[in-house]
């Protein structure tokens, strides 16, 4: 049986190497040629423990740039007021952006794989929980779903309720 994936955060290039090759690049005075994968990153570059001080790792792309008025981790959420209860500790949390919602105003990925919303973006404030950066501080702000924007969404009678042209079998 295979263990669940644990969250790994890669903050840092690795400070020993150049985008996980060792050397310095130049003449090989360091005792190599500069070809070969660094032992602190095993040849990645990054490392989630520099040994010091060392540059952040840019920001991956799939993380949202800065956190959405109505932001799970901004003050006053729902999220937060029920004490994290709904907030996961150990796993990427997604924002809602994008994501269809539904008349109840639930958010539903179209798709998933291994539990994981695919095409929607990682939270910037779970972001910035998770890496040590400053959390937003400009309170939540509800945004509320109107009776019309639901209907523009879904319509205002159900697919199957419909009248349909009969196709030749």
Known sequence: MTAPSKLLLLLYKCPFC????TGDGTDGTDGTDGTEPCHH???IGLTDD???DAERAPRPPAVMRTPCADCAYRPGSPELDANGAQLPDDEPFFCH?????????????VA?????????MVCAGWWALTTGEQLPTTPYREIPVTEDQTERRWGTTPHALRDHPRTPD
Do not use: K, M, N, V
């Open 41 to 43: 990153c095993s040849g």
């Open 50 to 52: 520099p040994c010091g």
């Open 97 to 109: 952006q994008g994501a269809p919602i539904s008349a109840r105003g639930a958010y539903t990925p």
């Open 112 to 120: 998933t794989f291994r539990g994981l919303p695919l095409g929607l």
């Open 18 to 21: 150049l985008g996980g090759l």
